[in-house]
C-alpha cells in the first residue's frame, strides 16, 4: 500500500488533474485509515484525520478535469463515501450514515446497471 500510495501521489504530481490517480488515492488511504484497527486490536479504531483526507481527495477527484469516459469517476467516488459513511456509522451509529451509504450503494448499482446492458448491446 505504501508503494501505490506513492505512485498515485507521483501520478498527481505529473498530472494534477488526472481524476484516476485520486481514486486511487483515496482508496489507498481509505484502506491504511480503516485498518488502524488490525494494529490496535479495536476494529471500530480508525485514523479519523485520514478520513478527512480522503473526503477532500474525493473531492478533488471530482473536480478534476482528466476524467477518461471508461473510468467511472462518479460511480467510483460514491462507492468510496458509502464506505466512508460506513465507517462513521461504526463510531456515531447514527441511522443516517447507513442511509448515506444506501443511497450511494444505489446509485453505483443503478449507473453500472445501465453501463452493462448498454456494452451488451454494442
Same mark, same amino acid.
Given at each position: 500500500?505504501?508503494? *501505490?500510495? /506513492? ?5 498527481? @504530481? ?21 485498518? #488502524? ?8 479504531? !480508525? +485514523?479519523?484525520? *485520514? ?6 481527495? #474525493? /473531492?478533488?477527484?471530482?473536480? *478534476?478535469? +482528466?476524467?477518461?469516459?471508461? *473510468? ?6 460514491? !462507492? ?5 459513511? #460506513? ?5 456515531? !451509529? ?18 453500472? @446497471? /445501465? ?8
Amino acid at each position: 500500500m505504501v508503494q *501505490a500510495e /506513492k505512485y498515485y501521489t507521483q501520478a498527481l @504530481e505529473i498530472n494534477p488533474e488526472y481524476s484516476r490517480a485520486y481514486i486511487g488515492l483515496a482508496s489507498v488511504i481509505h484502506y491504511r485509515a480503516t485498518n #488502524l484497527g488490525q494494529r490496535t486490536g479495536n476494529l471500530t479504531d !480508525f +485514523d479519523w484525520p *485520514a478520513l478527512e483526507e480522503e473526503k477532500n481527495i #474525493l /473531492k478533488m477527484a471530482l473536480k *478534476a478535469t +482528466d476524467k477518461p469516459p471508461s *473510468a467511472d469517476i462518479v460511480e467510483k467516488v460514491s !462507492f468510496i463515501q458509502a464506505q466512508l459513511e #460506513l465507517a462513521i456509522y461504526t463510531q456515531d !451509529f447514527l441511522v443516517e450514515h447507513i442511509d448515506k451509504a444506501k443511497d450511494s450503494y444505489q446509485y453505483v448499482i443503478a449507473h453500472m @446497471e /445501465k453501463k452493462v446492458i448498454i456494452d451488451c448491446r454494442n
